[in-house]
C-alpha cells in the first residue's frame, strides 16, 4: 500500500510563474490536509478537502493561491504568479475520515523554490 | 486549540532512554494525545497517540499522567536516527486538523 505521494519533490519557479502541486493520498483516504512549512519555521495549516469539497480552507493566503481534490486524480495545490515569499516546504497529509483517534499520513513535501 | 508546551530540545545518547515531556494542561476530556516527529528534510510521521492509558508501539511508549495534564514520549533507546522535532498535539471533538506549535528538537549524540 503506497504511502501519500507528491510531486513534484522539487520544483523551481521563476518569479511570476504558476506552481502546480500534486497530491496523491492513500489508497481509501478521501481527506486530504495540504500544509506549509517556511524555511526554519513551524507547520502551518492550510487547506482541508474531502473529495470534490474544500472545508476549510482557513489557513489559506486570500490571494493566487487555490486547492481542489477532484473526484478523480490528485489532489492539486495551485499558486499563481509566484513571489519569493512562497518559497517553503508544502506537505500534504491524508486520512481517513477524521476524528481524535484517528492518524494523519504525510507525504514527503515539495520544496517549491522561486527564483 | 488546546494549548501544548514542550521544551525547544533536548539532547540524549545513542542508546539510551529518551523522556520528551508535553504539558496540556487545559486537555479535555475527549482529547487524544497524539505525537508526530519530523526528521530532517521529510515529511512529518506519526508516531503514537493515546487518550488515558499508557501506550505502546514499536516505535515508542506514550505515558499519560493520570490528571492527564501532561504525558511524557519515551524512545526505550535512541538511534542517531531518531534525531527530529518531536510535535505532541490534542486532537479532540470535531477538531479534525492537526495544529503543529514548535515541538522539541531532539539531538541524539553517537
Known amino acids: 500500500n503506497a504511502g501519500v505521494m507528491q510531486n513534484p519533490r522539487h520544483l523551481v519557479r521563476r518569479r511570476g510563474q504558476e506552481a502546480r502541486l500534486r497530491c496523491s493520498p492513500m489508497?481509501?483516504?478521501?481527506?486530504v490536509y495540504w500544509y506549509r512549512q517556511l524555511p526554519e519555521e513551524g507547520l502551518k495549516f492550510m487547506v482541508y478537502l474531502q473529495k470534490e469539497n474544500i472545508i476549510d480552507e482557513s489557513g489559506m493566503p486570500k490571494e493566487r493561491f487555490s486547492a481542489e481534490f477532484p473526484k478523480e486524480g490528485p489532489s492539486i495545490l495551485r499558486i499563481q504568479q509566484v513571489v519569493r515569499g512562497d518559497s517553503a516546504a508544502y506537505f500534504c497529509?491524508?486520512?481517513?475520515?477524521?476524528?481524535?483517534?484517528?492518524?494523519?499520513?504525510f507525504g514527503q513535501g515539495t520544496r517549491l523554490t522561486v527564483v | 486549540d488546546a494549548k501544548t508546551t514542550q521544551p525547544n530540545s533536548m539532547e540524549s545518547n545513542e542508546e539510551e532512554p529518551v523522556h520528551l515531556p508535553c504539558n496540556h494542561s487545559t486537555i479535555s476530556g475527549t482529547d487524544y494525545i497524539h505525537w508526530y516527529r519530523q526528521l530532517p528534510s521529510q515529511g512529518p510521521e506519526y508516531v503514537i497517540h493515546g487518550l488515558t492509558s499508557n501506550v505502546n508501539n514499536r516505535m515508542a511508549s506514550l505515558a499519560i499522567a493520570e490528571d492527564r495534564k501532561s504525558s511524557t514520549l519515551i524512545l526505550h533507546r535512541a538511534t542517531l536516527r531518531d534525531a527530529a522535532v518531536y510535535y505532541c498535539?490534542?486532537?479532540?471533538?470535531?477538531?479534525?486538523?492537526?495544529?503543529f506549535g514548535k515541538g522539541t528538537l531532539l539531538t541524539v549524540n553517537p
Open positions: 498535539i490534542l486532537r479532540g471533538g470535531s477538531n479534525y486538523k492537526l495544529t
Open positions: 497529509a491524508s486520512s481517513p475520515p477524521p476524528g481524535p483517534n484517528t492518524e494523519a499520513f
Open positions: 489508497k481509501g483516504h478521501s481527506h
